[in-house]
Every structure is written in C-alpha cells, then in structure tokens.
C-alpha cells in the first residue's frame, strides 16, 4: 500500500544552519504531498504541499519539490531559526486526500 | 484560513468512564473528518473516517464499539471513548476535509489521560 518513509530523527542544528529532512514515498497512483510541522503539544500545521510533479511548495522559507523520477519530497530550508524546532511529519494524500499516511517524523531541535 | 477547534484540549478521567471529545470546523463545511491517535514520539494513526449522516469506517484493529464516533452535522463531529482504560491515554487528533477543496485541516488536539 501506500507509504511514506522519513529521515529519523533527531536532528540538532546551530541557529542559521542549512536543513534538510528526507521524505520519500510510495504510491500506486497520484498522490498529492505535504509537510507537516508540530509543535510540542498542539495539533499538526500545514507548513507546504504539492499537488503534482515538479511542483514546489513554499512557505516560512522552507521548500520542498515533487520529484517523481526519485519520488522524494525532500524538506530544506537555508537558515533555521530557534523557534523552528518541532516535529516535521512528511504526508501523502490520495482519492482527494480521503486517505493520507504520514511518516514517522523528525524531531528537530535548533540550538541558539 | 480554515480552523478546526477540539474541545475540551485536555481531559483527566477515571478508569471506566466515559469522555467526549468534539471537532468542529469553525469557518467551513466538512463532509469527511478523521479521528488520529498519536502516541508518544509518534507518528498518527489513523482511527476511523467519519462522513456526516453516515456510519464511521474504523481502521482495522480499532474496536468500533469502544470509540464510538458521530458525525451530525457538517461542522461537528465527536468521538468517545466509553470505558476508558489507562491505555487509551493518548493524544487525540482530528482533521476535517473541507468539502469545496479536499484539504485536510487539523485540529490542536486532545490529550487524554486515564487513571
């Protein structure tokens, strides 16, 4: 069935250090793809998405392209921030998004 | 942008009650919600799926008589957990799907505890 596989975790990083978090699927049709950021003790926040292949979801100055051909969706971002420390959960969603899985997560933590 | 909301965010109770947790969707119509489950360190798993004015489709392995869900309206839905044990401490998650877009919002949560 579907799946998603991420980079474990944890990952510690000095403030303004380069990011990047793996994520990589597998889908037997046309999954759209998201990044999801958690916050200790809250719910999941969409942090970017992709709908199709090539695309490149951005937002907060993270990105993340749709790559078919390696059906990655890797996370990066040039210069974390202390307050980016969560847990970064990578997600696909097919049959409009009526069935989504997640991975496992990363824990990133930023120290100043 | 679309809001979930979960109430209540945290619930103590005894072993052997019952507790109600509600999702709704505070600025949109959601035909579909999700209940998720997490645990410590973890990631979601997926519960059940719940359409409004229809029966909930459990995942395999999650008792449906023990987690009941509702979903009444197209902004409300609620899942209690009836007999609560020590392990049904968890934190609870729900997502709601608007209908005009099919994106998934999630709610902030409800953690759980039994004692």
């Known amino acids: 069935g579907d799946s998603v596989t991420q980079m474990e975790g944890p990952v510690t990083l000095s403030e303004e250090a380069f990011l990047t978090i793996n994520c990589t699927y597998t889908?037997?049709?046309?999954?759209?793809l998201f990044w999801y950021v958690q916050y200790p003790g809250e719910g999941l926040q969409l942090l970017l998405k992709a709908t199709k292949a090539d695309d490149k979801g951005s937002n907060k100055g993270f990105e993340a392209t749709y790559r078919k051909e390696t059906t990655s969706f890797h996370l990066e971002k040039g210069s974390v921030q202390v307050s980016d420390s969560a847990v970064y959960f990578c997600?696909?969603?097919?049959?409009?998004?009526?069935?989504?899985?997640f991975g496992a997560g990363t824990r990133l933590t930023v120290k100043p | 942008g679309a809001v979930v909301s979960q109430h209540p965010s945290r619930v103590i109770c005894k072993s052997g009650t019952s507790v109600k947790i509600e999702c709704r969707s505070l600025?949109?119509?959601?035909?579909?919600m999700f209940w998720y489950r997490q645990f410590p360190k973890q990631s979601l798993m997926l519960m059940a799926t719940s359409n409004e004015g229809s029966k909930a489709t459990y995942e395999q392995g999650v008792e449906k008589d023990k987690f009941l869900i509702n979903h009444a309206s197209l902004t409300l839905s609620t899942l209690t957990v009836t007999s609560a044990h020590p392990e049904d401490s968890s934190f609870y998650i729900c997502?709601?799907?608007?209908?005009?877009?099919?994106?998934?919002?999630f709610g902030p949560g409800t953690r759980l505890t039994v004692t």
């Open positions: 600025d949109f119509q959601a035909t579909t």
């Open positions: 889908a037997t049709g046309y999954p759209s």
């Open positions: 997600a696909l969603g097919t049959y409009n998004n009526n069935d989504m899985r």
């Open positions: 997502s709601a799907r608007a209908a005009a877009t099919y994106e998934q919002y």
